[in-house]
């Protein structure tokens, strides 16, 4: 623990960061998988942002110049999405890097290795694509990990300091950091691994976030926003299907009147 590490911390908001999401309406720009399309379009529908699914190259590049945060999403990199992405990230300095299933398969794993020298804002993923992605394991199972939170600490930190940016690791529990603070986010439900597009969502409402607060804010408010959705959406639910539904409620009403979720981090920081 550092001087320059709990007197921020102690003043991380989720709910000031959800609360001036919804007063912007940032305009956010989604380079992402052919499955999650539509429930990412509808997550940050949920928040408050406005999704623009422009991943033409040609288009890629102005569009990232004028949207209030870009996501990267490598879930499914056509030929097509790969020149995008390279020329999005060369025209915003507010992006985030999921690096989907990293490590295991070579087209998507190079990719990520040329994308990280433009230096992503924040970069999400699971603790397996987090430990590939800084060159420290093989990957998952597909884009399931294999691998616990606090397996990827290191891995984290070295990535976060390398980048200059901020590394979510998502999981059981939600690790964050920027290089030097680290963050833990406990809570959530399971249920929110069994329909397509949770992590994948997640990293759309940082780089909506991106658009109204700093890195470290922006990955923690949508972490903690993902928790206490997940659990209020699995308390009203019977299974992944209406849970599906219900989470997108839950988004809404969290993001309308967020002020538990200070508490969220608040607790986070005393069980660091």
Not at 76 to 101: F, G, K, N
Not at 253 to 266: F, I, M, N
């Amino acid at each position: 623990m550092n001087a320059r590490t709990e007197p921020h911390l102690s003043a991380l908001s989720p709910a000031a960061a959800l609360t001036a999401l919804r007063e912007a309406s940032p305009l956010v720009q989604c380079i992402t998988n052919a499955v999650v399309t539509n429930f990412t379009a509808n997550a940050l529908l949920a928040v408050g942002a406005a999704p623009a699914m422009c991943d033409i190259p040609g288009e890629a590049g102005l569009f990232a110049g004028v949207a209030d945060g870009v996501l990267v999403n490598l879930g499914t990199p056509t030929a097509e999405q790969r020149d995008a992405a390279r020329e999005a990230v060369r025209h915003t300095s507010r992006w985030v890097l999921d690096p989907v299933a990293v490590g295991v398969l070579p087209v998507r794993t190079a990719l990520a290795a040329e994308l990280i020298d433009h230096r992503p804002t924040i970069i999400r993923g699971n603790a397996s694509e987090i430990l590939a992605l800084a060159g420290a394991g093989a990957g998952g199972r597909g884009v399931d990990a294999t691998d616990g939170t606090d397996a990827a600490a290191g891995a984290a930190r070295s990535l976060a300091l390398r980048t200059g940016g901020v590394v979510a690791v998502s999981g059981p529990v939600d690790l964050v950091t920027d290089g030097e603070r680290v963050v833990r986010i406990h809570g959530g439900d399971a249920l929110l691994t069994r329909v397509t597009g949770g992590g994948c969502s997640l990293g759309a409402v940082m780089a909506a976030l991106l658009g109204v607060c700093a890195p470290l804010e922006a990955a923690v408010a949508a972490s903690a926003l993902y928790a206490v959705a997940s659990e209020r959406a699995a308390a009203r639910s019977e299974g992944p299907g209406s849970f599906a539904v219900a989470f997108l409620d839950a988004l809404d009403a969290v993001v309308a009147a967020p002020a538990d979720l200070d508490a969220r981090v608040a607790d986070a920081l005393a069980a660091r």
